[in-house]
């Protein structure tokens, strides 16, 4: 049946773009901490803070685009984060200390809050409701891939290359999804959304925030809090353990595994359930994160890399999936943006606080700490499984 294809044009366009937005941020967020370091001389906090206020400004960005998106239509809305992504890529250099290349991170993290907020709904929004799992695991495939890719080319520029080239090489990117966007249809129009808001003249929590989505993007919170921790100091700790090369690899091997196990997570979340992906995708996370705790070698680091994307790698997706499930046309916008809302807390907060610990623990401390709450994490998913029975048909 035609209303059940999945690989349409627009599919796949937006896809790409997602997948250059991802790319260009993965390229900076696990690079520019040391760069921080090296160029300015922060301390560890700062220059997780540094990594992190980038995902503070796609948080604010993604508070207020969910409920726009019905206003004003995705596509738009897709332009405005697109032309804001590459202004701020542009700002990069003009960065010449540290307040400014704070303000310009936090800049280009609203541009990309924006632009991925709209991609997001727009996927949503063209998936067949049946093949939601299936279709937003394929089109999560693109962010995984740019967090293979990103910090691979990221670290190996870093090594070889003045760190202009990196600015240099998000700014073209960036000009790329500028020419593709003209390519892509409206997906979501503000004329099918729009009458939901329009109703509500006082401000009201449910125009930012969509109730059902809340549970699983609560336990997204802190799981992805756990996964900032190796985004923004495997670096750093590649470099305590004498692994700076391995390194490298190590999300590539990440994206190799999630690639691989995605087709068959997706269906399975569309066939069986939630538990069945979620639960053994944060048991394994959980067991990578011990693994990486205790890397003495290049095999230990590569294998906690791809236990890392059977587990983190699955679960985003998975949850993704379960925070759409059930929720009208009207309100695919600011559920989107609630999921991304709590996961862009996670990662943009975590670092910082992080690296606030990381004196007194070590790498290897803090990477315990995390295995910690990633199964508390689990224990909560649990728990709000049998609590609500929609978390077992999502």
Known sequence: MQEQKLWTKDFITISIINFILMLAMYLLL????????????????????????????????????????????GKRMLFIGLLVSTIATAFYFGSANMPLLLANRLFHGIGLGIASTATGTMIAQAIPASRRGEGIGYFSMS????????????????????????????????????????????????????????????????????????????????????????????????????LVQVA??????????VLLSRPFSGKLLDVKGAKFVVIPSLVLFALGMILLSQTHSGIMLLA??????????NFQSCAQAIALKGISVERLG?????????????????PYFLGVVVPSLGYRGMYEVLTLVIVLSLVAFVYLFRKRKTLATA
């Open 143 to 242: 962010t995984v891939m740019a967090t293979a890719i990103g910090p691979f080319f990221g670290i190996f520029m870093s090594q070889h290359y003045p760190f202009r080239m990196l600015f240099v090489l998000c700014l073209a990117l960036s000009i790329v999804t500028l020419v593709m966007f003209f390519f892509v249809n409206e997906t979501v129009k503000p004329t099918a959304l729009n009458k939901p808001v329009v109703a509500k003249k006082r401000i009201d929590l449910s125009n930012f925030i969509e109730k059902k989505a809340l549970p699983i993007s609560i336990i997204t919170l802190f799981v992805a809090l756990a996964y900032s921790g190796v985004l923004s100091f495997i670096s750093f700790y590649a470099k305590e353990i004498n």
């Open 304 to 313: 906690a890399g791809a236990i890392f994307g059977l587990g983190y790698g």
């Open 248 to 257: 490298s690899f190590f999300f590539l091997v990440y994206a190799i595994v």
């Open 30 to 73: 696990v690079t520019i901490a040391p760069f921080a370091v090296e160029q300015y001389g922060a301390s560890t906090s700062m220059a997780g803070l540094v990594s992190g206020i980038f995902i503070i400004g796609t948080l604010i960005a993604r508070i207020f685009s969910g409920g726009l998106i019905g206003k004003v239509g």
């Open 334 to 350: 600011i559920a989107t943006s609630t999921f991304y809302i709590f996961l862009d807390s996670g990662l943009g907060f975590g």
